[in-house]
């Protein structure tokens, strides 16, 4: 029997590839919304920092 | 209730399993006496064929946790779920169709019964989220999506069940797979593939419900900062919400 | 419960029986579908699996047609309003529509099956074959019946439902139409009928039984508001 080696490892290597690249792309989709949501957090951290700003002043001008 | 813990000794595990795994078929199982070295597919075709399955039926069961309990929650539980599931299904369908091209020449046959259901099943949960995002309503959108992740949960061992018997007679099974006859050295690597793509799939779905909890929470946070005005709409959206408590 | 579904029901036939729209147009669709096969075939006359396969796909996408509108009328002029407001189980709702589909079919199928038989079948059934093609049509319209109620009603509420009655439909329905083809090829042999499998209407029996239970489980939470 021949050896079958060199005709199906591009197809071996292909379905392995598929594979990995779902979860690549995966993990691709992951770090744009983890990134996102760094961008959300400091701009809710400069919101949170006026508001402090107003209460102080309110605490000063009463 | 957060799903971020523990998951990076998920990660690490299933990183661990799935190496351990596909170096195992590479490396330790023997080749296939009729198929040689393209059998190797099988370790990655197959797990990722049952994990999808098992997917799409543990969306059902948490479609049903959601018309009885009526918790958003499971809504979205089920939702990511079965969309991971889908995009796992498209992969089955790739790697099916790699492995058909290499055994028979053709990127397609209807000979194999398992593979000819899956595109059933497939074909049928892809219009989940169509059918989600013509429906606006949100609380309609997540019941009515509810009712056909149990209907198809329900159907998909239905479809199994015919499409086998309507090969049976026909064509003998042509890609071994687990059921019955896997040789002692085979096993091994191929347990260990599927408990493996089962554990990626707990990974990939708990790093979803997170991600989709922190933007609930961000959204509610952006809401009580500022005040109504500062929140953007949310618009028409085939993902469900939270619901308005986490 | 039984009354419910009685009153339902007649409503229905003769809402059909004064204004018919739904089966003229499947009939009418059904004896188009067979025209358009023999040309796109390019065949005179089909026999065996062929045969088999022209007739249910025939049926199937008339069915199709035909379940888009089931909950259409109700939904745009309030029926469907007027229904919940009674003192009466949700459920019957269902079956009377499933029923009510149920008898759409078979009015179609008194058209299109001769219609069939004349232009595109070959071998002539005998009287033993047209019993057997009976009892499989019965099996396999309480499928599409049970099936395209519980679609139409998930569906009516959608924005495109023309388009998700047939993709949510027919994936549902392979089981069927795997079970009705593989059980009515032997009687469109070419050297003569054979007996009908056994095992095929087993299996359309089980699908409508599963279905059935399931649709009548989940009904509730479609109808509610």
């Not at chain 1, 701009?43 to 009463?62: F, N, P």
């Not at chain 2, 499971?74 to 091209?101: E, N, Q």
């Not at chain 3, 087993?202 to 479609?222: K, R, S």
């Amino acid at each position: 029997m021949t050896d079958a080696l060199p005709d199906n490892t591009g197809y071996v290597a292909a379905a392995y590839l598929v594979f990995f690249a779902l979860v690549l792309i995966y993990v691709v989709i992951m770090a744009a919304k983890l990134s996102r949501f760094e961008r959300e957090l400091s701009e809710l951290e400069e919101l949170a920092d006026e508001r402090i700003e107003e209460r102080e002043h309110e605490t000063v001008s009463s | 209730m957060l799903y971020g813990t523990r998951l990076r000794a998920l990660s690490i595990l299933t990183a661990v399993t799935l190496t351990a795994g596909f170096g195992l078929a590479f490396f330790y199982a023997p080749m296939d006496a009729d198929q040689g070295f393209m059998q190797k597919i099988f370790y990655v075709h197959v797990p990722m064929a049952i994990v999808a399955l098992g997917g799409f039926v543990f969306g059902g069961i948490m479609a049903i946790q959601h018309l009885r309990t009526r918790d958003a929650r499971y809504d979205m539980r089920s939702y990511v779920a079965i969309h991971l599931s889908l995009i796992l299904g498209a992969g089955v369908l790739v790697t099916g169709s790699i492995w058909a091209k290499a055994s028979w020449g053709h990127w397609w046959v209807w000979d194999e019964p398992t593979l000819v259901s899956f595109l059933v099943v497939f074909l049928l949960y892809a219009t989940y989220q169509p059918l989600r995002f013509s429906i606006e309503d949100p609380e309609r959108q997540a019941r009515y999506a509810s009712v056909f992740a149990v209907t198809a949960g329900a159907f998909v061992p239905l479809n199994f069940l015919a499409v086998r018997l309507a090969q049976a007679y026909t064509h003998p099974r042509v890609f071994a797979t687990a059921d019955g006859g896997l040789p002692a050295r085979m096993q091994l690597p191929f347990y260990l593939c599927l408990i493996g793509m089962a554990l990626l799939f707990a990974t990939l779905w708990k790093y979803e419900m997170a991600s989709k909890h922190t933007s609930a929470q961000l959204r509610s946070l952006r809401r009580k900062l500022g005040g109504d005005e500062a929140v953007a709409p949310r618009g028409r959206s085939a993902a469900p919400s939270m619901g308005t408590t986490t | 419960m039984r009354r419910t579904v009685g009153a339902v029901l007649r409503k229905e036939l003769r809402l059909e029986l004064r204004a018919p729209q739904a089966v003229p147009a499947m009939a009418l669709f059904s004896v188009t579908t067979l025209v358009v096969f023999h040309f796109a075939l390019q065949r005179g006359q089909v026999d065996g699996d062929l045969a088999a396969g022209v007739l249910w796909v025939t049926l199937l996408f008339a069915a199709m047609l035909g379940t888009s509108r089931l909950f259409v009328a109700d939904h745009e002029e309030g029926g469907l309003d007027g229904f919940l407001l009674a003192p009466v189980d949700r459920t019957a709702l269902l079956v009377a529509k499933a029923l009510a589909l149920f008898g759409f079919l078979a009015a179609v199928e008194v058209v299109a099956v001769p219609a069939f038989a004349l232009l595109l079948l070959g071998p002539t059934p005998d009287a033993e074959a047209v019993a057997s093609l009976v009892l499989v049509l019965l099996l396999a319209n309480a499928g599409v019946a049970i099936v395209g109620t519980l679609v139409g009603a998930l569906a009516v509420q959608t924005r495109a439902r023309d388009l998700l009655v047939p993709l949510l439909a027919l994936p549902l329905l392979i089981p069927v139409v795997i079970a009705a083809a593989k059980a009515t090829t032997p009687l469109f042999l070419a050297a003569g009928a054979e007996a009908l499998p056994v095992r095929w209407l087993a299996i359309l029996g089980l699908y409508d039984l599963v279905f059935g239970l399931l649709a009548y489980a989940v009904f509730d939470y479609l109808v509610e508001d």
